[in-house]
C-alpha cells in the first residue's frame, strides 16, 4: 500500500500523505516520504516541495500503536533531517491538527502553511514521552527555549492564530483551499530559499527559566519521567550544538520510551478510545434521536447532569417534588454556567443560549415528550421504583429511561416498568461537569438502539463512556469497596489516616482514600452499606466509616469527618478526637496496634482493586480490562502513567500478583482474599489481564 501519492503542480511537486483516520507517522509513511522528499529534491525541474496530507488532519504524530514494539527504518529522526536538508524549499501545508511527529515533520520543512482551524502542539508528555525527532531543539530555535518549554509541557494543541504569532505558522491560508494557497505561497518561499531552523540562532531567555519550570513540574508531575527529560533538553539545545542536542534528546527519548509510565500513558491513550468498541455494537447500530432531556432530582448531581446536557446543546428540563430543592437546583445550574463563562471555557453567547434551553419543573406531564430522562434522585430502590412507575405511565414510547445509580440493580429498577429495553443505567461521577467518565450500565433487556445510543450521548457530552454488566457497584464502586475495605481495615491496625492519605497520593492516587471518603460523604457510603443484605460479618468491616457516619461526622459538608476542615476550607487536618476513637474500637475489637509499612499499604489497597477486577472480568461484567483501567484513570483518580490497575498489574506479572493475593489470604483469611479462579490460571500460564475479553 502507498501511503503518499506525487502530484506535479508545474514543477511545484506536491506530496499527499494518506494513512487514515489520522495521518500517523507509521513505518510505511516514513519509507514513502523519505523516497519521495528525496526524489523531488535531487529532481533537478522541481522548483519546490508541498507536504500536505489527505483526510480530516495533517499528521497527528508517530504512529501510536507501533510504540513498543521494534520499530523499523527509517526511522523518523532520519527523515526529518532530510526533510530540511533539501536543496528544494519545502512547505508543509497543515489543515486539522499537527501533532508531535507532524509538527517535527512540519518544522523540518522551511515554511509552514496552515489553515486558520488547524492546530500544532507536541503532547507527547502525555504519552509519558518528549518530542523524538528534533522537535526539543528546533522549536526552542524557534519561538526561544521559555515558549518551547511551557509548549511541551503542558502539551496543549495552539491554535492556528496563535501559532502564526508565535511564527510557527508562517503563513494562514485565508480561503478554504490549502493546496491553492500553499502552491500561490511557493514563489515567495522559492526566493527566500531553503530557511534551515537548525541553523537559527537561539533567541534569548532567562537563565531561571529551567529552575523555575522544575519547581513547577515537581508540584504537578509527580512519578513521571518525561516532564523533566524535556527540560533536560532544551536547557542542552541552549548550551550546545544542534547535532548534540539532537543526540541527547535521542538519549532521553529512548529512556522514556522504555519507562513504565510511559507504558502507562500510552496503554491509557489507546485505551480511552477502546471503550468505544463494544461487541455487537456497530456503526450500523441504530440510534434513537436526543435532541431533548429531563433530569429527574435537583441535588448536586442532578444539576451537574443537567448542565452537562445543555452544554451539549440539548434542551433539558430539572424536574423535582421541592420548590427549594429546584431552586437550588436552578441557582447551581445558573452558577456552573457563570463559572464556565469566568473560566473562558464558555462564550457569554453560549450561556445564555443554554440557559434559554433549560426549565423546571415539579410536574411529569411537563416531561412526557423529552427523548431521554436521567433519573438521580436519593441512592434508594424504593425512591428510584416509584420514580420509575411514574415515567412508565408519563413519558413517550422510544424514549430512553435512565437511571443515575451508582450501586443498584438497573434489572430491579427496570422491572417496575412495561419496557425494560428502554432501561440503561448512566453513572455520571461528581462533579458530573468535570469528571470525564460515564459508566453505562446495560440490565439484561437494554436494547441495543439504546447501548448505541447512549455511546452516543457519552460522547456527545466529552466523555468516555464505558459500558459495564449490571451488578451491585457494577464495576467502578464495586472495586472501590475493596481498596476502601482495605483503607479501614489499615486504620484499625495502626496506620493513621494522613498517614495512608499521604502514601496513596506519592503512589500517584489523586487524592488519599480518607480524603475522598470526606469528599463524597461518608452519609452517602454509609446509606449504601445500610441498604446491602449481603455485606461481611467481620466487626472490623467498615467500623471506623459507620461510627463517624453515626456521629454525624459526614466529612467536608459537616466539617468533620475523618479529618477536621475549617469553615470554607477543603484543607484536611488531622483529628485527635478521631485517632482516639480509633485505638480505642481497635483495642475494644482485640486488634493489636502496629507501624504499618507504606508497601503494605500499597500493596493492599491496590491489589484489593485488582482482584475485584479480576472477579468482574471474570463474570463478563467487563467487555475487556483496559475498560476497567479506564474506569479508574477518570472516574477515581488512579494514576494513568500507572495506566490503570489491570494494567498495573500486568505490568507487575501476574504471577508476582497471585503469589502476593494468596499471601495476603494466608494473613487475612478467604473471605477478603480468595484469589479469583482467572487470576490463577493466567498467572500460571504466564498471560495477561489484556490477554482477556474482546479487542
Ligand atoms: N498513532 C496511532 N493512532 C492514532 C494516533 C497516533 N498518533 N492518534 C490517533 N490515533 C487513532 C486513535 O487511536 C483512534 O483510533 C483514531 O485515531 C481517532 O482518534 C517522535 C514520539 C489527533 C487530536 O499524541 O490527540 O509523535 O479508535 O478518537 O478525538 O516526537 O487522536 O478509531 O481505532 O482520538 O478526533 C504524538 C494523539 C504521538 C496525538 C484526534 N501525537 N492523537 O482526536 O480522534 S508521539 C499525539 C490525538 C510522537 C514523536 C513522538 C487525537 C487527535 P480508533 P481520536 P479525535
Known amino acids: 500500500m502507498s501511503f503518499i501519492t506525487l502530484e506535479m503542480h508545474g514543477d511545484i511537486a506536491v506530496l499527499s500523505v494518506d494513512n487514515p483516520p489520522v495521518n500517523a507517522l507509521s513505518h510505511g509513511v516514513r519509507e514513502g516520504l523519505l523516497r519521495h522528499v528525496i526524489a523531488a529534491d535531487e529532481d533537478q525541474d522541481v522548483s519546490a516541495i508541498v507536504i500536505i496530507c489527505a483526510g480530516r488532519t495533517f499528521i497527528a504524530g508517530a504512529d501510536i500503536k507501533e510504540f513498543g514494539k521494534p520499530i523499523e527504518e527509517p526511522y523518523l529522526p532520519d527523515v526529518v533531517t532530510r526533510i530540511e536538508a533539501c536543496d528544494t524549499p519545502v512547505i508543509a501545508a497543515i489543515h486539522g491538527t499537527a501533532l508531535g511527529g507532524g509538527l517535527e515533520v512540519a518544522l523540518a520543512c522551511h515554511y509552514r502553511i496552515g489553515t486558520s482551524s488547524s492546530f500544532v502542539g507536541l503532547p507527547e508528555v502525555h504519552l509519558g514521552l518528549l518530542p523524538g525527532a528534533s522537535g526539543t531543539q ?55 530559499g531553503p530557511r534551515r531552523i537548525r541553523d537559527f540562532p537561539m533567541p534569548d531567555y532567562p537563565d531561571e527559566i529551567f529552575d523555575a519550570a522544575r519547581k513547577k513540574i515537581s508540584k504537578n508531575a509527580r512519578g513521571q519521567l518525561a516532564p523533566w527529560k524535556i527540560i533536560d533538553c532544551v536547557e542542552v539545545a541552549t548550551k550546545t550544538s544542534f547535532d548534540d542536542g539532537l543526540k541527547k534528546e535521542r538519549e532521553y527519548f529512548l529512556e522514556c520510551m522504555a519507562s513504565p509510565q510511559s507504558a502507562g500513558l500510552r496503554h491509557a491513550f489507546l485505551a480511552n478510545r477502546q471503550v468505544s468498541k463494544v461487541p455487537g455494537i456497530t456503526k450500523d447500530t441504530p440510534q434513537r434521536k436526543l435532541s431533548s432531556a429531563a433530569v429527574i432530582g435537583a441535588g448536586t448531581m442532578g444539576a451537574g447532569i443537567a448542565y452537562n446536557c445543555l452544554a451539549a446543546g440539548m434542551d433539558v428540563t430539572l424536574l423535582d417534588n421541592n420548590d427549594d430543592g429546584l431552586a437550588r437546583g436552578r441557582k447551581t445550574v445558573e452558577g ?60 413517550k414510547q422510544g424514549a430512553i429511561l435512565a437511571t443515575n445509580t451508582s450501586t443498584l440493580s438497573i434489572d430491579e429498577i427496570a422491572a417496575v416498568t412495561s419496557r425494560s429495553q428502554d432501561v440503561i443505567g448512566l453513572h455520571f461521577f461528581s462533579p458530573a461537569h468535570i469528571m470525564r467518565l460515564l459508566e453505562i450500565v446495560r440490565g439484561k433487556a437494554t436494547a441495543d438502539d439504546v447501548i448505541a445510543s447512549s455511546l452516543a450521548f457519552a ?18 464502586n464495586r472495586m472501590l469497596y475493596n481498596y476502601g475495605r482495605e483503607n479501614q481495615f489499615l486504620l484499625l491496625e495502626g496506620a493513621a489516616p494522613e498517614f495512608i492519605d499521604k502514601t496513596m497520593f506519592d503512589w500517584g492516587m489523586a487524592m488519599g482514600p480518607n480524603a475522598v471518603g470526606d469528599l463524597a460523604g461518608l452519609d452517602v457510603g454509609y446509606k449504601v452499606r445500610q441498604e446491602r443484605d449481603d455485606l461481611p460479618t467481620d466487626p472490623g468491616f467498615y467500623r471506623i466509616a459507620d461510627m463517624l457516619a453515626e456521629m454525624g ?143
Open 336 to 395: 456552573l454556567f457563570a463559572g464556565g463563562v469566568e473560566r473562558g471555557k464558555i462564550s457569554v453567547a453560549d450561556r445564555d443560549a443554554g440557559l434559554q434551553r433549560f426549565s423546571t419543573s415539579q410536574d411529569y406531564s411537563d416531561i412526557a415528550d423529552v427523548d431521554i430522562v436521567i433519573e438521580a434522585v436519593f441512592e434508594s430502590m424504593e425512591i428510584k421504583k416509584a420514580v420509575f412507575s411514574e415515567l412508565d405511565k408519563t413519558i
Open 553 to 695: 461526622r459526614f466529612g467536608q459538608k459537616t466539617g468533620k469527618g475523618m479529618y477536621l476542615y475549617e469553615k470554607g476550607s477543603r484543607t484536611p487536618t488531622p483529628d485527635p478526637e478521631v485517632a482516639a476513637m480509633i485505638s480505642g474500637e481497635a483495642a475494644r475489637l482485640g486488634i493489636e496496634q502496629r507501624d504499618i509499612d507504606p508497601d503494605e499499604i500499597i500493596e493492599r489497597c491496590i491489589y484489593g482493586l485488582i482482584v475485584e477486577g479480576a472477579r468482574i472480568l471474570e463474570e463478563g461484567i467487563a467487555i475487556r480490562s483496559s475498560d476497567i483501567d479506564v474506569v479508574w484513570m477518570n472516574g477515581y483518580g488512579f494514576p494513568a502513567f500507572r495506566g490503570g490497575p489491570m494494567h498495573y498489574a500486568d505490568s507487575i506479572g501476574l504471577g508476582k500478583v497471585y503469589a502476593a493475593v494468596c499471601e495476603l489470604q494466608e494473613r487475612f483469611g478467604a473471605t477478603f482474599w480468595e484469589p479469583p479462579k482467572l487470576l490463577k490460571e493466567l498467572a500460571e500460564s504466564g498471560r495477561k489481564f489484556s490477554d482477556v475479553g474482546t479487542y
Open 459 to 476: 460522547k456527545r457530552l466529552k466523555k468516555f463512556g464505558v459500558v459495564v454488566g449490571n451488578c451491585n457497584g457494577f464495576v467502578g
Open 138 to 192: 528546533r522549536l526552542p530555535r524557534l519561538v526561544g527555549p521559555a515558549m518551547a518549554l511551557d509548549v511541551m509541557l503542558i502539551g496543549r494543541p495552539i491554535p492556528a492564530s496563535d501559532a502564526h504569532r508565535m511564527g510557527v505558522l508562517d503563513k494562514l491560508s485565508a480561503n478554504d483551499d490549502l493546496l491553492a494557497d500553499a502552491l500561490s505561497f511557493v514563489p515567495e518561499c522559492i526566493a527566500m
